[in-house]
């Protein structure tokens, strides 16, 4: 019997990372307290029992100044410790009992979202005085951050569902956010307008952006039977190219009147409800549609015969082929439409979330995506989930990064250390589908 | 496979099954003998006229996105052109330009040679190293740490140079190989695939240099420029011809050339890093074909279910590969750093690690074909500046020439179709598999 079963070394590897983050939190306290009592010896906190941290919600639509409609306070240290000391006993279950299958992946995804909190916690940590996190604020971000990521794993899904994998995403999105931009200035000039309509010229140029260079991919690994991975490899190497050079010798010097990108666009009513309306409806266009993509690519793939079909050109072509599927035909318009959903993550970063072109932009998100389709076991909510978890790395990284005394590169490197944690198969392992990265040849 | 000696022999485990089906048959009777060596010929030039075709492409977009005030498109798309090849060869009407233009390109090939040799070696295996890029800038990160501050953890003031210099290559191999091979233990015992995490890595590795040096233990106190003190004479690579200063130099600059010179147009950069490149050609070319590790290596990239049966050890092969991979890519780390740079700054590499998986595809894998693939790329790195300046075009162009080139290198039926190429190697190669294998 092999002593390092999965169970336990998913409990030590628990049992660590708990430890890890006790110790920072502690050790970061006791400085902060030291700092404060240098400052101003006679305001600075008892102890480092004393610090609390408060997470409040507000009512929609007040200014920051007006009152909340409640406030969460926990003393910080407190609360982490008793939280650390759960996550520590349950790892020592874990390695006491050495279950097979049974708790590894509750408690893995357990610690990754406890130590979230507890760094929310951490980062938000003050004395008496202390304003606290804005909860709402906290969520929404979460979800709009995650808007390329989950067009980007959706964008992997459609594609790997139908057998063909896609590692250009990347590329597609950063041609798209590129392309996106570029036609809504131009635009601007045509029209001469400088209102919303260039904009959302920008995003079908996007989608269509993405759309061609996902036939690029198509093409040469469906139709020229290249490898997979070496094909989207080069959709990306072509895609830093490309913008590269329309940024360096037009962009930079092209003058429009459009100056902004989406506006936002609150939900009349809706956006109204505490909580829940900040979070879920008071966001820019391409983050509403985020959302409804994801409800409608759940349907389309497990109820209707599109999504059959291209399940079953994923497991299994030759059986597919046998019941009168053209084959290639199907995958390469899936691959498009795939890119196309990559193209509209695109069109977030050159006009929602900000609206300008940088070389690189788009700064890993595709293969972020990837990942979180991966961990969503190539299902359309799980994919949702896999990149909230990651949109929560980084929102906590950008929210707690002044407050927290840690160097920000470390907080930086969050989103990539969950993913290799994510990938390594510590939250169950999942099965891609079968022929995933084989070309179909009758 | 462009290597002649192995491109057709039958006990080359490369050869997988897939490709003995695909291969056309034989004429009946004897083929005649020199069909064999017309076949690696025709072999040879697909990637030629690939690049050829690439560069047509590129230009044609020269010629549509010319800037007016620089002339006629024609006459900018010539100087463009000429502009690349006067930067990566020198002026041929003015010979003193030509040895600075050529150690110049073999500078820019060097880190290429390494990197390319990296990706290549994986490839080999059956694994898709695009952590070049970060294993390349942990390399950077160990040598300069050992190069600037190994006689300051011993104690001692200087070290000799047989000492330091070895240890700090050493160094960064090293943490290249570390940073190679948790993705070639992830991959093996959890089968999580290469590719995504040799990404998140790269991702990590930049970040760990940017706190190294912008807000980190290893910034130079005082200097304008966020980068690493220089390291210290003892650990830098010398440089072949150069002219040699004063004796009491500053910082930095006291690093002697084997060859001293007192003429301006021999003052070279191009440095010893260039012998440890072409030694790591021949040693992976040795590893991979006289070794049983090799072959082990060779034979679990064609086909790691038969590798299995055959009773080879899958997870010492792949961590095997990837750290030495991963050391291979930190080598052109080090060799940059302590042989060009003498420092490292925040700001180091520039897309090598991708530009390293283009030159092992154009080199198709093998080793020795690595040495012209990564002098030409090195030439057009170098040319681009000069391109820039001639013509008005943007250096990014040379991203676009890159990439065609891989298309055409990687569908290579688009390359023989257009200039009417039969196939003779049978298939086309297996790089990488899917996900989770």
């Given at each position: 019997?092999?002593?390092?079963?999965?169970?336990r070394g998913?409990?030590?590897?628990?049992?660590?990372?708990?430890?890890l983050l006790?110790?920072?939190?502690?050790?970061?306290?006791n400085?902060?307290l030291?700092?404060?009592?240098t400052a101003?010896?006679?305001?600075a906190?008892?102890?480092?029992?004393?610090?609390?941290?408060?997470?409040?919600i507000p009512?929609?639509?007040?200014?920051?100044?007006?009152p909340?409609?409640?406030?969460?306070?926990?003393?910080?240290?407190?609360?982490?410790?008793?939280?650390?000391g759960?996550?520590?006993?349950?790892?020592?279950?874990?390695?006491?009992?050495?279950?097979?299958?049974?708790?590894?992946?509750?408690?893995?995804?357990?610690?990754?979202?406890?130590?979230?909190?507890?760094i929310?916690?951490?980062?938000?940590?003050g004395?008496?005085?202390a304003?606290?996190?804005d909860l709402?604020?906290?969520?929404?971000?979460?979800?709009?951050?995650?808007t390329?990521?989950?067009?980007?794993?959706?964008?992997?899904?459609?594609?790997?569902?139908?057998?063909?994998?896609?590692?250009?995403i990347?590329?597609?999105?950063?041609a798209?956010a590129?392309a996106?931009?570029?036609?809504?200035?131009?635009?601007?000039?045509?029209f001469?307008?400088?209102g919303?309509?260039?904009?959302w010229?920008g995003?079908?140029?996007?989608?269509l952006?993405?759309?061609?260079?996902?036939?690029?991919?198509?093409l040469?690994?469906?139709?020229?039977?290249?490898?997979q991975?070496?094909s989207?490899?080069v959709?990306?190497?072509?895609?830093i190219?490309?913008?590269?050079?329309?940024?360096?010798?037009?962009?930079?010097?092209?003058?429009?009147?459009?100056?902004?990108?989406?506006?936002?666009?609150?939900?009349?009513?809706?956006?109204?409800i505490?909580?829940?309306?900040?979070?879920?409806?008071?966001?820019?266009?391409?983050?509403?549609?985020?959302?409804?993509?994801?409800?409608?690519?759940?349907?389309?793939?497990?109820?209707t015969v599109w999504?059959l079909?291209?399940?079953?050109?994923?497991?299994?072509?030759?059986?597919?082929?046998?019941?009168?599927?053209?084959?290639?035909?199907?995958?390469f318009?899936?691959?498009?439409?795939?890119?196309?959903?990559?193209g509209?993550?695109?069109?977030?970063?050159?006009?929602?979330s900000?609206?300008?072109?940088?070389d690189?932009?788009?700064?890993?998100?595709?293969?972020?995506?990837?990942?979180?389709?991966?961990?969503?076991?190539?299902?359309?909510l799980?994919?949702?989930?896999?990149?909230?978890?990651?949109?929560?790395?980084?929102?906590?990284?950008?929210k707690?990064?002044d407050?927290?005394g840690?160097p920000?590169?470390?907080?930086?490197?969050?989103?990539?250390?969950?993913?290799?944690?994510?990938?390594?198969?510590?939250?169950?392992?999942?099965?891609?589908?079968?022929?995933?990265?084989?070309?179909?040849e009758? | 496979m462009?290597?002649?000696?192995?491109?057709h022999?039958?006990?080359?485990?490369?050869q997988?099954s897939?490709?003995?089906?695909?291969?056309?048959t034989?004429?009946?009777?004897?083929?005649?003998?020199?069909?064999?060596?017309?076949?690696?010929i025709?072999?040879?030039?697909?990637?030629?006229?690939?690049?050829?075709?690439?560069?047509?492409?590129?230009?044609?977009?020269?010629?549509?996105s010319?800037?007016?005030e620089k002339g006629?498109?024609?006459?900018?798309t010539?100087?463009?052109?000429?502009?690349?090849?006067?930067?990566a060869?020198g002026n041929?009407?003015?010979?003193?330009?030509?040895?600075?233009?050529?150690?110049?390109?073999?500078?820019?090939?060097?880190?290429?040679?390494?990197a390319?040799?990296?990706?290549?070696?994986g490839f080999k295996?059956?694994?898709?190293?695009?952590?070049a890029?970060?294993?390349?800038?942990?390399?950077a990160?160990?040598?300069?740490?050992?190069?600037?501050?190994?006689?300051?953890?011993?104690?001692?003031?200087?070290?000799p140079?047989?000492?330091?210099?070895?240890?700090a290559?050493?160094a960064?191999?090293?943490?290249?190989?570390i940073w190679?091979?948790i993705?070639?233990?992830l991959?093996?015992?959890?089968?999580?695939?290469?590719?995504i995490?040799?990404?998140?890595l790269?991702?990590?590795?930049?970040?760990?240099?940017d706190?190294?040096?912008?807000?980190?233990?290893?910034r130079?106190?005082?200097?304008?420029?966020?980068?690493?003190?220089?390291?210290?004479?003892?650990?830098?690579?010398?440089?072949?011809?150069?002219?040699?200063r004063?004796?009491?130099l500053?910082?930095?600059q006291?690093?002697?050339?084997?060859?001293?010179t007192t003429s301006?147009?021999?003052?070279?950069?191009?440095h010893?890093?260039l012998?440890?490149?072409?030694?790591?050609?021949?040693?992976?070319?040795?590893?991979?074909?006289?070794?049983?590790?090799?072959?082990?290596?060779?034979?679990?990239?064609?086909?790691?279910e038969?590798?299995?049966?055959?009773?080879?050890?899958i997870?010492?092969?792949?961590?095997?590969?990837?750290?030495?991979?991963?050391?291979?890519?930190?080598?052109?780390?080090?060799?940059?750093?302590l042989?060009?740079?003498?420092?490292?700054?925040?700001?180091?590499s520039g897309?090598?690690?991708f530009?390293?998986?283009?030159?092992?595809?154009?080199?198709k894998?093998n080793?020795?074909?690595?040495?012209?693939?990564?002098i030409?790329?090195?030439?057009l790195r170098?040319?681009?500046?000069?391109m820039?300046i001639?013509?008005?075009?943007s250096?990014n162009?040379?991203?676009?020439?890159?990439?065609?080139?891989?298309?055409?290198?990687?569908?290579?039926?688009?390359?023989?179709?257009?200039?009417?190429?039969?196939?003779?190697?049978?298939?086309?190669?297996?790089?990488?598999r899917?996900?989770?294998?």
């Amino acid at each position: 019997m092999k002593f390092w079963t999965r169970a336990r070394g998913v409990g030590v590897l628990g049992i660590v990372l708990t430890l890890l983050l006790l110790l920072t939190v502690d050790s970061n306290l006791n400085r902060k307290l030291e700092q404060a009592r240098t400052a101003s010896p006679d305001r600075a906190p008892a102890s480092v029992w004393d610090y609390s941290s408060r997470l409040y919600i507000p009512k929609p639509g007040n200014k920051p100044s007006e009152p909340p409609i409640t406030t969460i306070t926990l003393p910080t240290l407190l609360t982490v410790l008793v939280v650390g000391g759960l996550l520590i006993v349950g790892g020592g279950a874990l390695i006491a009992r050495n279950p097979e299958r049974r708790g590894i992946a509750p408690y893995m995804s357990i610690v990754i979202v406890m130590s979230f909190i507890s760094i929310l916690l951490w980062g938000t940590a003050g004395g008496a005085a202390a304003r606290g996190a804005d909860l709402a604020d906290t969520l929404s971000r979460i979800i709009r951050i995650a808007t390329p990521l989950v067009l980007g794993a959706l964008a992997g899904l459609v594609c790997e569902r139908s057998g063909v994998v896609n590692i250009g995403i990347e590329g597609m999105m950063l041609a798209a956010a590129c392309a996106g931009y570029t036609f809504a200035l131009i635009m601007g000039n045509l029209f001469n307008n400088a209102g919303a309509m260039p904009v959302w010229i920008g995003v079908v140029a996007a989608i269509l952006t993405g759309g061609l260079m996902a036939s690029l991919h198509a093409l040469l690994s469906i139709r020229f039977k290249v490898d997979q991975i070496i094909s989207g490899t080069v959709i990306n190497i072509m895609a830093i190219g490309v913008t590269g050079y329309v940024r360096s010798n037009f962009l930079i010097s092209y003058e429009s009147p459009v100056r902004s990108g989406l506006p936002n666009a609150p939900i009349p009513l809706l956006s109204e409800i505490p909580l829940i309306g900040p979070i879920f409806f008071n966001h820019k266009p391409i983050t509403y549609m985020m959302l409804l993509l994801v409800g409608l690519m759940h349907v389309l793939l497990f109820k209707t015969v599109w999504g059959l079909r291209t399940r079953a050109i994923g497991e299994h072509p030759k059986a597919a082929d046998t019941v009168g599927i053209n084959v290639n035909r199907m995958r390469f318009r899936n691959v498009v439409i795939g890119g196309m959903i990559a193209g509209l993550g695109g069109a977030w970063f050159g006009l929602e979330s900000t609206f300008r072109f940088d070389d690189l932009m788009t700064n890993g998100a595709g293969f972020i995506a990837l990942a979180a389709m991966i961990f969503g076991k190539w299902t359309p909510l799980g994919a949702f989930g896999g990149a909230l978890l990651f949109s929560s790395a980084n929102a906590l990284q950008l929210k707690v990064q002044d407050n927290i005394g840690l160097p920000p590169q470390f907080l930086q490197m969050l989103p990539y250390i969950v993913t290799i944690i994510v990938l390594a198969g510590v939250i169950g392992r999942a099965r891609p589908p079968a022929a995933v990265g084989q070309p179909y040849e009758k | 496979m462009a290597d002649p000696t192995s491109s057709h022999d039958q006990r080359d485990p490369t050869q997988t099954s897939a490709d003995v089906v695909v291969q056309p048959t034989p004429p009946s009777g004897d083929a005649p003998p020199q069909r064999r060596r017309l076949s690696w010929i025709s072999e040879g030039i697909v990637p030629l006229l690939a690049i050829l075709t690439a560069l047509l492409i590129g230009a044609v977009i020269v010629f549509f996105s010319a800037p007016a005030e620089k002339g006629t498109r024609i006459q900018v798309t010539i100087n463009a052109f000429k502009g690349l090849f006067v930067g990566a060869f020198g002026n041929w009407a003015d010979p003193s330009t030509i040895p600075i233009a050529l150690s110049n390109t073999l500078v820019e090939s060097t880190p290429y040679l390494l990197a390319g040799l990296a990706v290549a070696l994986g490839f080999k295996a059956g694994l898709f190293n695009i952590g070049a890029e970060g294993q390349l800038l942990m390399g950077a990160i160990g040598a300069a740490a050992v190069g600037v501050w190994l006689p300051a953890w011993l104690g001692v003031a200087s070290l000799p140079t047989l000492i330091h210099l070895p240890l700090a290559l050493l160094a960064g191999a090293l943490a290249g190989g570390i940073w190679g091979a948790i993705p070639g233990y992830l991959r093996a015992k959890t089968g999580a695939h290469e590719v995504i995490n040799t990404i998140m890595l790269n991702y990590i590795a930049l970040r760990v240099l940017d706190y190294m040096i912008v807000n980190g233990p290893m910034r130079a106190q005082g200097a304008s420029l966020q980068r690493t003190p220089y390291i210290q004479e003892s650990a830098s690579l010398p440089r072949f011809v150069g002219i040699v200063r004063s004796a009491d130099l500053t910082e930095g600059q006291n690093y002697l050339p084997f060859v001293p010179t007192t003429s301006s147009t021999w003052d070279l950069r191009i440095h010893s890093g260039l012998l440890i490149a072409l030694l790591a050609v021949a040693f992976v070319w040795w590893l991979l074909r006289r070794t049983p590790t090799g072959f082990e290596i060779r034979t679990i990239g064609a086909n790691p279910e038969a590798a299995r049966y055959a009773g080879m050890n899958i997870t010492r092969t792949f961590v095997l590969t990837m750290g030495l991979s991963g050391a291979l890519a930190g080598l052109a780390g080090t060799g940059q750093v302590l042989g060009l740079d003498h420092n490292l700054k925040s700001v180091f590499s520039g897309g090598l690690g991708f530009d390293s998986i283009a030159i092992a595809l154009l080199a198709k894998s093998n080793p020795i074909a690595i040495i012209p693939a990564a002098i030409f790329w090195g030439a057009l790195r170098q040319g681009a500046g000069a391109m820039q300046i001639a013509s008005g075009i943007s250096s990014n162009l040379i991203n676009i020439i890159q990439a065609l080139v891989i298309i055409f290198i990687a569908a290579d039926q688009i390359v023989r179709w257009l200039y009417r190429i039969k196939r003779t190697d049978g298939g086309g190669m297996v790089f990488s598999r899917g996900w989770g294998k």
